[in-house]
């Protein structure tokens, strides 16, 4: 009999990105197999998120487009997790009753055994703990990157963020030893990662439950004592917790990349009240300015919510100033949503669509104005291109691969003659800048083959192959576009 394949659907945040390769991990050591492109898996599985308004609308539009497959084919299992699963827990199954398996974010591990299961006692299972069963990074992994890779350093979240249901559904915070975070990482360099994200709800309120107000920091030093280790970034920090210490910690470790994810979510006082986020404008342009005090070339990007209940047309231009004032490498912007069960979606002042749109088309058009200044600044400079994974990049008769900068930064360039896989070091020299690209339209100065490109053709036993515009597994993307009304956010949590 030959073995089940399994497909697993992600939304949302980058957390549930992490614990979709413990999911495949955690299926692959129970003897599935990944499905195959345009294959209908025996088991799909839907790792969700709950902080959209229609999230559970796209769920069980997607579960009824399987309903009739399910029917056709007897031993089809759909299994669905992740926050929403967390939130509506016995209502999917009664809305869906086509559903086997509905597991919380607290106990994916369960998963194989609870679809065994409902396999036997050919009815649904429903599991959801209150509180974390095992940390997920314990867990079997299949990486979706031979050369990158995320690592958990906590789960949970402590704030209370008017518009954020995600503490409600992880749990408060819980930190992973240091020990066993660096152990972790140690053994993803063995096996040929050159790039890690730490990654956390609040990343940088690391040690909060070990009574360490500087782990992190800590964390960012030990990790650049990590032979074989070139580049290591974080998700996302907030700014309540960003203190000196981790600026001084990226500035004087070499492999932790100067580069910065930090959500802003408004630049209005009254609106950072509202939202309940425990700084204001000046602490936030603050932390910016100090970060470059340390870091001039350091490329900060953030997330910004157009429309929060209340907000006044003098509350968006306070956005438009603080955005003007940090200059952002890039933004991810979105127009305020309710999410079900948040105190703000019962907030009065809820903001009429027609202006949220209007207000959110002028801080796109000045976010690109000021994204493609500040790629201008790149222009003549020469940086080293971490090759990313993919098809390729044609565009008239010249074929161009695509990686990442140190800063993260997106750069297209030729490609050169000699081989090059995912994974190795590109040395370029840019020439043109977009809003949201680099362009190095010469000659490649040099290609250094490193472990991880090694590592990339064991894993596909491929010798060389082109590189796609997209996404190293690591966050955030500098050099994305605005994001559209409904698409998550760039950092651990949606809107963090």
């Not at 299992?77 to 607290?106: E, M, N, S, Y």
């Not at 994916?108 to 036997?120: D, F, N, Q, T, Y």
């Not at 004032?325 to 305020?336: G, H, I, K, P, V």
């Amino acid at each position: 009999m030959s073995a089940r394949s399994y497909e697993v659907r992600t939304y949302g945040c980058q957390m549930n990105v992490h614990d979709s390769e413990r999911l495949s991990g955690l299926l692959e050591d129970a003897g599935y197999v990944r499905a195959s492109a345009g294959e209908e898996a025996d088991v799909v599985v839907f790792n969700t998120c709950a902080v959209r308004e229609n999230a559970d609308n796209r769920l069980y539009g997607n579960l009824g487009h399987l309903a009739p497959k399910k029917a056709k084919r007897p031993g089809m299992q759909i299994a669905v997790g992740g926050c929403l699963a967390q939130k509506d827990r016995d209502t999917i199954v009664a809305k869906a009753p086509w559903v086997d398996v509905v597991f919380g974010t607290h106990n994916i591990g369960s998963l194989p055994v609870l679809l065994e299961r409902a396999r036997v006692q050919e009815e649904a299972q429903v599991e959801i703990l209150e509180s974390l069963d095992v940390f997920p990074s314990t867990l079997p992994t299949r990486r979706e990157s031979a050369y990158a890779a995320w690592v958990s350093i906590s789960v949970g979240c402590n704030n209370t963020c008017t518009f954020c249901i995600v503490p409600a559904l992880r749990g408060k915070e819980k930190d992973r030893r240091p020990g066993d975070v660096l152990a972790e990482i140690e053994a993803l360099v063995a096996e040929g990662v050159i790039e890690v994200t730490l990654l956390g709800q609040n990343v940088n309120a690391y040690g909060s439950d070990m009574g360490d107000r500087e782990a992190f920091s800590k964390l960012l030093r030990a990790c650049g004592q990590i032979d074989g280790l070139e580049r290591v970034r974080f998700t996302s920090p907030h700014p309540r917790d960003f203190t000196d210490d981790v600026i001084a910690a990226m500035a004087e470790t070499p492999n932790v990349m100067h580069q910065l994810h930090m959500p802003l979510q408004s630049g209005s006082d009254d609106v950072l009240r509202a939202m309940r986020r425990s700084y204001r404008q000046d602490r936030y342009l603050g932390i910016i300015e100090r970060v470059r005090a340390a870091m001039p070339d350091a490329a900060i990007s953030t997330d910004i919510i157009v429309g929060f209940p209340g907000e006044t047309e003098a509350d968006f231009e306070q956005t438009l100033h603080t955005v003007r004032e940090a200059r952002f490498a890039n933004a991810f912007t979105f127009q305020y949503s309710k999410r079900p069960g948040t105190p703000a979606a019962t907030m009065d002042g809820q903001i009429p669509k027609e202006v949220v749109q209007e207000r959110y088309q002028r801080l796109v058009a000045l976010q690109d104005e000021i994204s493609w200044d500040e790629n201008k600044k790149q222009v003549g400079r020469t940086l080293e291109v971490l090759v990313a994974e993919g098809e390729g990049r044609k565009d008239e008769a010249t074929a161009r691969l695509s990686g990442r900068a140190p800063d993260n930064r997106l750069v297209h360039f030729e490609r050169p003659a000699q081989d090059v896989r995912p994974g190795d070091v590109a040395t370029v020299e840019i020439t043109y800048a977009a809003p949201h690209h680099l362009l190095a339209e010469g000659p490649t100065r040099s290609v250094r083959a490193t472990r991880a490109g090694d590592a990339w053709a064991k894993r596909t036993g491929t010798a060389a192959a082109a590189a796609k515009p997209g996404v190293l597994l690591g966050m955030p993307q500098i050099g994305a576009p605005a994001q559209p009304a409904d698409a998550p956010a760039a950092g651990a949590c949606c809107a963090d």
